[in-house]
């Protein structure tokens, strides 16, 4: 036993020499395939992440040389990357004509891209996000283009004063002609500060359907942030547009011009967008559009500014919905089915009804809130031009605060002794000189012991006059409205 442990002991003691003999074996001994494995040249370059063109189907334009610094063009390299990008190969298409690219993504890393051109999509793409980054105009970009564009040779653009028309013969057909070419689906654009230097555009989109627009920002357009025309399903969420970086009370303010969203297309929605410089917040030239949860204080209306104008004459089909009209207000053109509520209207900003061929239809205006100057009274309702087809219009259940309540009902009711009681509903009526329907009734005080016979004598210009065949002390009340059904004549009037 004593000699096993002296054993041990002394191989202990010889291990250090043994592994300091070990290490320091020379390059002369060392087999000559291990020696290759272990050199590493001296300047061999490390691979930079600039230089990296695409991971799997994310593609980088940075990789193809564009400059993330803004100080050198950067147009041409990230076209490469979206030709690159769109010729990757699933087998699949969505709708016929659109190849679904999987989900290929056009990654900006953050960078600060400056382009002389726009950056134009080729038709028949689709499922492709485009993110992250910022695109600005540069001094030589076209003055009437976008900086990014969607559009397909065989597309028709649309003039600016064309609107979507629809096909009366049906009761909404919504324009989804299978007939009509789309060419592209399922396009996002996420976190993307476009910056149009005071040339052209931000965003145009055209023949398009199931496109997203989320989380970016527009800045120093002088035609439209996002153009959309034909197509259907644009959907443009948490954005903000203007076309001057302000929070309000810009000295520059009567000088603001172009839109902020021009929408020439069908079934589009836009919620949770700010506006905060442009002559038009929102142009709507299609039907069956939403706008919900936008604020707009783009230009005042005392400056000519349009907060949202909903441009499609006679068939509009369009859904306001708890929208801030900061200082601007909402202008329709011959209204039909036209809905706005829970709305908030600040600093006089009100609601204009603009006639082209003098009808509205179906149109509500209930349950906002008006807030204006006292001094001014501004009507919450104004007409411009004069309507003669009018049907199903409520304008209802709002509140105000400085400015001057319209509605199309109204109730009165009047005190006094005599033999005559008249009721005027002139001030607050939205159309002049029109009583659909009227209800009246009389409270005689006093109890008198003869029977009182009266009735309504005259009902013109919104004024309803109820007389009695004997002087008497009373309260007349009397309601009326200015509604009418499709069809129904006015036979007060």
């Known amino acids: 036993m004593k000699h096993l442990l002296a054993l041990c002991f002394t191989l202990l003691l010889l291990c250090p020499l043994l592994l300091q003999e070990t290490t320091s074996i020379s390059e002369e001994n060392m087999p000559a395939r291990l020696l290759a494995k272990l050199q590493v040249a001296p300047n061999a370059p490390c691979p930079s992440a600039s230089s990296i063109k695409n991971n799997g189907r994310v593609f980088y334009p940075i990789g193809y040389g564009a ?83 969607l559009w397909a040779p065989n597309s028709q653009k649309l003039k600016r004063t064309d609107a979507i028309k629809i096909d009366r013969n049906y009761v909404f057909n919504d324009l989804k002609d299978q007939t009509s070419r ?87 929605a836009i919620t949770d967008v700010t506006i905060f410089s442009a002559a038009i917040g929102v142009l709507l030239r299609g039907q069956a559009n939403i706008v919900t949860g936008v604020h707009c204080y783009n230009k005042a209306t005392a400056f000519g500014g349009i907060g949202i104008l909903v441009k499609l004459a006679d068939a509009a089909l369009t859904r306001i919905d708890n929208c801030y009209l900061d200082y601007t207000g909402i202008v329709l053109e011959d209204p039909v089915q036209v809905h706005v509520t829970n709305g908030f209207f600040l600093g006089d900003a009100n609601i204009v009804l603009k006639s082209i061929k003098g009808r509205i239809s179906g149109l509500n205006i209930v349950e906002n809130m008006f807030n204006g100057s006292p001094a001014r009274n501004v009507p919450i309702i104004k007409l411009d031009g004069e309507f003669s087809n009018i049907d199903q219009v409520v304008i209802e259940r709002n ?89 129904e004549g006015n036979f007060v009037m």
């Open 182 to 268: 789309t060419y592209y689906e399922d396009i996002t654009f996420r976190d993307v500060l476009f910056d149009s230097g005071f040339r052209g555009g931000g965003i145009f989109v055209i023949d398009s359907a199931r496109i997203r627009i989320n989380n970016c920002f527009f800045l120093h357009f002088t035609t439209q942030g996002i153009l959309v025309q034909r197509g259907h399903e644009t959907f443009i969420s948490s954005c903000f547009l203007g076309q001057r970086s302000t929070v309000g009370g810009d000295p520059g303010e009567r000088g603001f011009s172009g839109t902020a969203i021009d929408l020439a297309s069908n079934d589009n």
């Open 67 to 149: 400059d993330p610094t803004g100080a050198n063009e950067s147009s041409d390299p990230i076209l490469q990357a979206l030709n690159d990008a769109f010729n990757v190969q699933s087998g699949l298409e969505l709708l016929p004509g659109v190849k679904d690219l999987g989900g290929v993504i056009i990654d900006f890393q953050g960078g600060n891209y400056k382009i002389s051109k726009p950056i134009r999509f080729p038709p028949g793409v689709g499922n492709v996000v485009v993110q992250g980054g910022t695109l600005r105009a540069s001094d030589t970009f076209p003055s009437d283009r976008h900086l990014i564009e």
């Open 399 to 487: 509140n105000v605060n400085g400015m001057s309540l319209k509605s199309t009902a109204g109730k009165l009711s009047v005190a006094g002794k005599g033999t005559k009681w008249v009721a005027d509903f002139s001030p607050i009526l939205v159309f002049p000189n029109r009583i659909s329907h009227f209800q009246y009734s009389m409270y005689v005080k006093g109890l008198p012991r003869v029977f009182v016979a009266y009735g309504v004598t005259n009902v013109s210009d919104n004024v309803v006059v109820v007389e009695s065949d004997r002087a008497v002390t009373a309260v007349v009340s009397v309601a009326v409205d200015q509604y009418n059904t499709v069809g």
